[in-house]
Structures are given as C-alpha cells and as structure tokens.
C-alpha cells in the first residue's frame, strides 16, 4: 500500500544510533586479565535480550533434534551476508537509467527485468513479488515495512537496522517529511511524498532520479552513484565528484 504525506521535522531517532569514539595516546592503557575483560564486556552489553534467547533456544532445539547443525546455519548466515554484494541494486538502476526500453520494463514488471539480468528477484525465504517506483522531479517514493522488516534482501543485501526499527517504522507513514530531513533529505513543498508499505509478499525498490553532469557515463560509473539508502528512498543518488 501507499500514502502521501508533508509532514514537519521531529526531533531524530537516529541520534539514537551507538556512537562511535576513540582512543588516546595520552594515557596508559592498561588491559586486565581475560576473565576481567570478557565480563567487562558482559557488563556493557547487558542482560541477554528476548529476541537473542528465543534464537539461541531455537538453535540448541533444532540442533538436538538433528534438523539443522552448525555447519548449516554457518552456511545460512554467510549467504544471508553476501546478499546484494554483487551491486544487483545499483546495476538495475544504472542499466535503467541509460536504456528506456529496459526502465519501462522495470516500472511494468520489476520481476521480469530482474530476471533479464540474471538476476533473482524473489527473496530465498518467500515467494515475493518486487515493484520498483521511480522519483521524479514532482514525486518521491519511500519504502516502509510497518508491520515488521519485509525488505528485498535478494536485491539490496540485508537490510540495515534502522529500518527494522520500531521508531522508522512508525514514523515513515506518519511523518515521512521529517524522517527524511533526518537523512538529510529536505524536498521542496511542492514535492509529493509517496510512502510504500512493503508486505510479506510485495517489496519495493526506489528508482533515484539520475544525477546531474552524468551525461555520456558508462553503467558501471553510473552504479557507483546508487547506494541503499537511495533505493529504499530516504536519501536520492550521490552526486558526482567534482
């Protein structure tokens, strides 16, 4: 499903992120022992969360019952991490934005021109069907999963953990303006925002708007402009380097 709206900025959700910090030289460092140093780390973590015991409950069951071993979900969980590690995102776009042809198809069915690059278009969990929305100079399309995180990983990799988030779930339908201020986005009031919700069944990719001064540039370096965020729709294409 989809909506519009032109909401106001809020204060960010995304100051909510871990922060990053370093270390001086100024000072001496002093490391302990292992046992101190993993508690230290027990300690800043805290208690184990409901979501990490329901998965290592589930993990231990499946492997007593002989269902799935180590080795198996190893091999689960580094598949899941290479996905869209082959730039299938940033290639569809590129190709779609120097071939007409292949962007009316793409608009027409997602699916289909996928497929045409060799390409896997269904995510490997579910039988989904993908739909790719394109911005213009009047319309900007977001993606959303409200109900939990459906998100084309076949295509744009896994997904990242603000979009999982309760907080951008929510908030995208209700005040898409400002989440996307948050990402640096500001549009003009005269832009309409188009909100997808994204469902077990149907995802969605953003189709950038092609930057200005790339006239005449191979797909290849047209590719390197596309990023995650501009296909979920909360940031536009990169500029070219001046």
């Known amino acids: 499903s989809s909506s519009s709206s032109s909401s106001s900025p809020s204060p960010s959700y995304l100051s909510q992120a871990p922060h990053s910090h370093s270390h001086s030289d100024s000072h001496p460092h002093v490391h302990g022992t292992r046992q101190e140093t993993e508690q230290a780390a027990v300690d800043i973590e805290g208690p184990e969360k409901y979501g990490e015991l329901l998965f290592r409950l589930l993990k231990g069951a499946l492997a007593e019952k002989k269902i799935l071993n180590p ?3 190893r ?4 598949k899941a991490e290479k996905l869209g590690q082959n730039l299938e995102g940033p290639r569809l776009v590129a190709r779609s934005w120097v071939d007409p042809s292949f962007r009316e198809l793409l ?10 690059l060799g390409m896997v278009a269904q995510n490997s969990t579910a039988a989904t069907v ?9 319309v900007h399309n977001l993606v959303v999963c409200t109900l939990c995180s459906c998100y084309p990983r076949s295509i744009l990799g896994l997904s990242p953990s603000w ?3 309760r907080s951008y779930r929510s908030r995208a339908i209700r005040e898409p303006r400002a989440v996307l201020a948050e990402f640096g986005t500001i549009l003009p009031k005269d832009v309409k925002v188009e909100v997808h919700d994204s469902t077990a069944d149907l995802r969605y990719i953003v ?3 092609r930057p200005k001064g790339t006239s005449g540039w191979s797909e290849d370096d047209l590719a390197k402009l596309v990023s995650r965020n501009s296909m979920i729709g909360v940031t536009p294409a990169s500029e070219p380097q001046t």
Do not use: C, F, H, W
């Open 163 to 165: 979009y999982r988030s």
């Open 75 to 78: 091999t689960g969980v580094e």
């Open 207 to 209: 189709i950038p708007m």
């Open 130 to 138: 993908l739909t790719a929305v394109e911005n213009t100079p009047d």
């Open 71 to 73: 080795d198996e979900l």
């Open 107 to 116: 608009l027409q069915d997602a699916s289909k021109a996928v497929e045409s």
